[in-house]
């Protein structure tokens, strides 16, 4: 077995990473776990990857063993792809209307820092009233939007060993369905879904369709022949 740090302060990611690794040999091991409080990172890149990147490197550093991070978001086609890197706390930050979102328009000036965890349940629902009414009176084929989820992989010393990336494409609904998932899924109705959303899939189907699902089924291989190096093996 490799011991695999997962860093995240959020939950529904974590129960979907231990979901995706069942069949490796791999263990993956939470913030929890270690029993330590997961060290601060500004998350300022202007892309997922830069995000996703960084985070993998300071949490490596941090758990001294190889080291798996998300960065993720949604973006809006209608709104020039925001929320974009600012999804988790779009409702609080805002960049101006019409800014394009830097995660998905490159090259667009903007930074943001994400302070104290603050409570993720009301965050998501204000960023879900915020999102209904960003696109309140646009038609349904006005609101199609993205799901991206880039994974990081570092190894114990902090270098990154690989990221990987995936989108679900979607449709954003007119009202909340489902209590599944986590964050925007109560409106977001995948591509194959069937007309439901994300939140009223059951955990597997969500697994199948969704951005975090594909970027892992990405790494999987790679996943599966660690360590390269033997002396990192444990147990
Ligand atoms: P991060 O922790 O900075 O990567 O923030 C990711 C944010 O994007 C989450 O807090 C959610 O708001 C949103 N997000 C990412 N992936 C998902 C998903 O699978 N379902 C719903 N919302 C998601």
């Known amino acids: 077995m490799i011991r695999l740090f997962f860093g995240t302060s959020n939950g529904g990611k974590l129960r979907e990473l231990r979901r ?14 270690l029993g330590r409080p997961l060290p601060e990172v500004v998350e300022d890149g202007l892309t997922f990857r830069e995000n996703a990147e960084k985070k993998a490197a300071a949490f490596a550093r941090f758990a001294g063993t190889w080291a798996l ?14 929320p974009g890197v600012y999804s988790a706390r779009w409702s ?18 903007g930074r943001c820092e994400l302070g104290a965890e603050g409570s993720r349940g009301l965050r998501d629902e204000r960023n879900n009233d915020k999102l209904l009414e960003e696109l309140a009176g646009v038609p349904d084929d006005r609101r199609g939007a993205a799901y991206v ?47 439901r959303t994300m939140a009223e899939l059951a955990p597997e189907e969500k697994d199948a369709v969704s951005h975090r699902g594909r970027a892992f089924r990405a790494l999987r291989p790679l996943l599966g022949q660690l360590p390269f190096d033997k002396s990192e093996r444990q147990g």
């Open 20 to 33: 995706l690794v069942a069949g490796l040999p791999v263990e993956v091991i939470s913030p929890e776990d």
């Open 69 to 82: 991070a998300d960065d993720s978001g949604l973006c809006v086609d209608l709104l020039a792809g925001r």
């Open 92 to 109: 609080e930050l805002d960049p101006p209307r019409g800014a394009a979102s830097p995660a998905c328009a490159l090259g667009e000036a």
């Open 149 to 195: 989820a880039v994974l990081a992989l570092a190894r114990p010393d902090g270098t990154i060993q690989a990221s990987v990336e995936g989108d679900c494409r979607g449709r954003i609904g007119r009202a909340r369905r489902g209590d599944g998932g986590f964050g925007y899924d109560p409106l977001f109705l995948p591509e194959g879904g069937e007309g």
